[in-house]
């Protein structure tokens, strides 16, 4: 009877053991899992960081230059004449070029090309003459729309790889997504118009006032 009571003891022990160990490797799995998914929402998020980002540096010294345009390049109207020709480009390159650009190149390498044009602008504001303006303007029209598909485009792939990986609804991921991009561009605007107000604005003109009432004054008395 001894025996057999020792053979059940063990027996149960060897049950309990087994089970503990399911439990420990279903736990173990569980975590191993997590692990991944974290890791793919952390780097979703910063890669939808680093695009919006780079939008907001971009946009602030375009826009802030765009709004400017027929003042600082008044003579000619080559400010105006280079929007109109931004625009009529982008008119062009949005019908024909878009989809063509991104199925040969992807859409990171669309992203890279279509940022080149706009060193080009930005730069031919130093000497802002017909023959710099006008060809960045063209490069500049012709590029933009190759820029903004091909960036909601690979927000959309991100905000679906998020849901995906979330068990979300990806209408509201990518909603979520282009309204975080969005806030960032728009945002520029703010930016850019501040610096240039405050570069443009003109100085302290409080010694020139004193001068005028000076003059005035000696005026009078004489």
């Known amino acids: 009877m001894s ?3 020792v053979n059940e003891f063990q027996g149960q022990i060897s049950f309990i053991v ?16 997590s692990k991944p998914n974290e890791n793919i929402r952390y780097s979703i998020y910063k ?4 695009i919006s ?3 907001l540096l971009q946009y602030i010294s375009y826009d802030s230059i765009k709004n400017l345009q027929s003042s600082i390049n008044s003579d000619a109207n080559v400010g105006v004449h280079s929007l109109s020709i931004i625009h009529g480009c982008f008119l062009f390159s949005s019908l024909f070029l878009s989809h063509p650009i991104i199925s040969i190149f992807g859409l990171k390498w669309t992203l890279f090309i ?3 044009p706009f060193l080009l602008i930005i730069s031919a504001n130093y000497h802002p003459e017909e023959y710099l303006m006008y ?4 490069f500049v029209g012709l590029s933009s729309p190759l820029l903004w598909t091909s960036a909601y485009s690979y927000i959309t792939d991100l905000a679906t790889k998020y849901a995906e ?3 979300a609804k990806k209408e509201v991921i990518i909603g979520r997504f282009i309204g975080i991009f969005y806030m960032f561009d728009q945002s520029a605007q ?6 240039s107000f405050l570069i443009l604005s003109p100085e302290d003109d409080s010694n020139t006032n004193e001068t005028i009432w000076e003059t005035k004054e000696n005026t009078m008395i004489h």
């Open 165 to 167: 990986k979330t068990n």
């Open 3 to 5: 025996v057999i009571r």
């Open 47 to 50: 890669n939808l960081l680093v």
């Open 135 to 138: 060809p960045a303007a063209v």
């Open 53 to 55: 980002i780079s939008f």
């Open 114 to 116: 279509g940022q080149i």
């Open 18 to 33: 087994d089970t503990n160990d399911d439990a420990i490797d279903v736990k173990t799995v569980e975590n191993v899992e």
């Open 190 to 195: 703010i930016w850019g118009n501040l610096l």
